[in-house]
């Protein structure tokens, strides 16, 4: 049996070397590839198969049998196409199972007789189902990376605005612009060395707190459940703790040796009729601390960025030297064990 365009030379190493173990050193090789080869005349009839499995073949019955009546269709009528042209052909099939959808590459070549008359056809079948389930993962993920690529360029555009608004100088915008963009990195990291799931409510917190020299064990009491965030809430939930964070040591509890700041996460609460997690700040400030009631962009983000992303509400409270803020959270944004 030889194909024309091609040359399957067969070289014995050794004199002792038959092709009887040739033969059974290909099908060992097939089997361990996964190939499955059909010879059959040009009637169609079958001559012999090697390695035949499901969906190929079953208790001996043959493949137009097993396989959809279109994919056997497609392959039978390929198949009289090359006894026709002597031309080889390819095709790319999907057959129904249990799990899904299995894959297939099948190769049909005509096997050319000495005289270059098609005696017969080679019909060549290897899954590639674990292959195809690999491109089709990578281009969800792929599509999932621009998604959030694009969130979270439009959260950075969204900040950039708002601090050049309430910014006196270019100093004053870079340093907090900087610092915006290093709390949204901190965030985005949890996300991403959790595959896109999300972040842990506590570990969030104590990330942005411990940003800034403050020691979370010491100045952080952390209280209350630990819902896991998704990856917008988590963004935008940073950037609140970031800018608390911030004024705080600026001029808050932080500021000070012995300061702390104390976060309540409440799983009890609702919003519009649905389960939701209250997250509350609270601190003592100096009773002459009158800097938080200035108008700029951390106030803005606090009562308005932050709760309008999530579709929650905000309250920032300031009074008898002390700060409360407090962020209702629908369970959109959230998970629990």
Known sequence: MSNSGQSDEFV?????????????????????????????????????????????????????????????????????????????????????????????????????????????????MVETTEQKRREQTLKTLLREVSHRSKNLLAIIQSIATQTGRYSDTLGDFLTRFRGRLQSLASSQDLVTSSNWRGAALRELVSGQVGRYGADPLRSLRFRGENPYLNPNAALHIGLAMHELAVNSVSYGALSRPDGFVEVTADLTAAHAGEPA????????????DNRRNEKRFGSVALERVVPTSLNGTATLEIAGGRLEYRLIVPRGNFETD
């Open 12 to 124: 014995a190493l050794h004199p002792a070397e038959s092709g009887m173990q040739f033969g059974r050193a290909l099908l060992h090789a097939l089997h361990n590839a996964g190939i499955s080869v059909l010879y059959q005349d040009r009637e169609m009839k079958t001559i012999w198969a090697r390695n035949m499995r499901a969906p190929w073949t079953s208790d001996g019955a043959d493949s137009n049998d097993i396989l959809p009546a279109a994919q056997a269709e497609r392959i039978g009528a390929a198949r009289h196409n090359v006894v026709a042209s002597g031309n080889p052909e390819r095709l790319e099939l999907s057959v129904p199972a249990d799990d899904g959808v299995r894959w297939f590459q099948v190769w049909i070549d005509a096997d050319h007789g000495d005289g270059g008359a098609v005696q017969g056809v080679v019909t060549t």
């Open 277 to 288: 997690l209250s997250l509350t700040w609270a601190e003592a400030i100096g009773a002459n």
